[in-house]
């Protein structure tokens, strides 16, 4: 068996939960749709396969503190501090010189820290044949999810559906990717969900370290320069200027766009297993259980001839009357009244708060 | 000329502008409408044709500190502190012990502390012909105001429009009333709105002192006799607990069902200076001033998409997203999400809070 390594990535500072979410605490860090923050729930879900020493959350300056109060037995070293953000093809191959150093030929699962998994049994068995398969065969793997509904807001992968010979893991349900494609319109989408070939795009990767490494610096070899500098001074003192430097000269891209897309094979595996990225509050209304009035309620609330709404109070009281398909998020200093179905545009309001240079509220 | 003073009522704990009105922040205490509280606006409005050592105000033991806080120019010997609310009947005949005693003929103006009047020059000539009248001929007098919609939610007055020879002042536009309504329903409000004959009730009277406490002697005997006891400890150390006693054996009662509608002749002037009880949040929406969506926002608030709807945000933000005809009134510790044109339900909210005695809200 090899050597497992988990690399949690954590440095987002999502504006798709204001008034929850802030700049210092991001969607990652609160406690959304489940008991706990989604943070810990990534690393409890996953910490019955790999233990906290071979877990390693990548993070920023900010969120640091928060991180490492909230994951307890993660060990203080694991925590990566990226200077900047830089998406997640630079977080990826900083995590990937600390894995490598450890043990070159170990297994990476990178994960998101936000996502959530109904069925964590099936997500942890669909994890380790991708731990298989990516330790035998030194391929890219990442894990599509069967799609439920024509959902615009995620990137689709393309698979190969049949055995065309070339894909010796077709047996075991893994399939070839055929191409990505990115956040399509609602007709292609309902075309997507029709084919049958089309997952969601998880942001979820299994590869071995030497393997991903070997791939950016392929397609990212100026970014892979960059990271040499750092993996030389590791353990220095100069650790944290030399990363700054190197991030500075890193441009900014996503690991999908910079690798996934070009590399030679990637393999995926389907993931049926109640994935939601909790991308919006009107995503968190759809997973959340409610009452029979089609309510989902957290805190002291009354609600009065109210129906088919998402209430969070907070420490507050919330009361409602007559009214329907609303979300109601109450913090400290904040409140969120929108029209369910329209929480993307929570981001029109931090947009207007960052014109107006209203830093309190971010 | 006589000598006026003025009686504001003042003790009130209204429950229909919660979550901004408690039982120690009560409606005439807050900025609803307008800058300055409902009370301080009343005594201003007033304050340009009576002295504020003339100007009593009726309130509670709770609202006592507030009050004085608030109206720092009125004598602390003018605020008179009910033990309990008995309606307004005992209120207006406590005060007039205490206006009697400083001249037995004074005429007196009663008015409610959580009105408003949008034309005050108005306001105060037909105040200064109401106490003229009133001086003169010894009756009891009330203000009417012009309807302007077939309001469900006032008392009516119906008055004879025409000149019987019985009312000497109708050539001053003073009517007698016919008879007093109770809250009709929308059927009877719109007869009464077509006929011309009815005014709204207001809540505002005036009368010589001697006349009303004389109709009180005459309509409420044991009311009166227990103010009896009273007003022979006006200045005693006992005036507290006397006035608790009678408190406790006066039967709660309004000026409107006790005297008013068994008076013989009560005289009605005719309201028309932009009156409003500003009764409820839906009222405050009628009378705010509104932008170009039709929303009145005050502090401060983000509204995209958003018409029609008032907007409190306290000392909070508020975003609110494609909506329209809400009220959404924040404070400290609570929130109210409420359909326009349903604002009388706040009062459900607040039976609610005292069934599950959840006092912290109230």
Not at 98 to 124: G, K, Q
Not at 154 to 159: A, K, L, S, T
């Amino acid at each position: 068996m090899p050597n497992v390594y988990a690399v949690i990535m954590a440095g987002g500072v999502g504006s798709r939960f204001w008034p929850r979410s802030r700049e210092k605490s991001p969607k990652q860090l609160l406690e959304i749709a489940n008991k706990g923050t989604m943070i810990q729930n990534t690393v409890k879900r996953i910490s019955r396969m790999i233990e906290p020493e071979n877990i390693l959350v990548v993070t920023n300056k900010v969120q640091k503190p928060i991180v490492a109060k909230q994951l307890p037995k993660i060990p203080a070293e694991n925590i990566i501090v990226e200077p900047i953000g830089r998406n997640t093809a630079p977080c990826i191959g900083l995590a990937g010189l600390f894995v490598r150093r450890r043990d070159p030929e170990a297994v990476m699962v990178v994960l998101p820290s936000d996502h959530i998994m109904l069925d964590e049994e099936e997500f942890r068995r669909v994890l380790n044949l991708a731990i298989w398969v990516a330790y035998e065969s030194g391929k890219l793997i990442t894990v599509g999810i069967q799609p439920t509904r024509p959902e615009t807001g995620y990137g689709y992968i393309q698979v190969i559906n049949e055995d065309d010979g070339k894909n010796p893991y077709f047996s075991r349900g893994v399939s070839m990717v055929k191409t990505f494609a990115e956040k399509p319109n609602l007709a292609t989408a309902l075309q997507f969900l029709k084919s049958g070939d089309f997952l969601w795009n998880s942001g979820m990767f299994i590869w071995r370290v030497d393997a991903i490494m070997g791939e950016i610096e392929r397609l990212l070899p100026e970014m892979y320069r960059e990271l040499l500098k750092v993996e030389d001074v590791l353990d220095d003192k100069s650790f944290e200027h030399v990363l700054e430097t190197a991030y500075r000269k890193i441009r900014s891209i996503s690991i999908d766009y910079g690798v996934m897309e070009k590399a030679k094979q990637v393999f995926v595996l389907r993931g049926d297993f109640g994935w939601s990225d909790v991308g919006s509050w009107d995503e968190v209304y759809r997973i959340s259980g409610k009452d029979e009035q089609g309510n989902s309620v957290t805190g002291k609330a009354f609600l009065q001839d109210t129906k088919d709404s998402l209430v969070y109070a907070g420490d507050k009281f919330v009361a409602t009357v007559d009214v329907d398909n609303l979300i109601v998020i109450v913090t400290d200093d904040a409140v969120l009244v929108c029209k369910r179905g329209r929480s993307q545009d929570v981001k029109e309001v931090v947009d207007y708060l960052r014109r107006k240079q209203i830093s309190e509220y971010l």
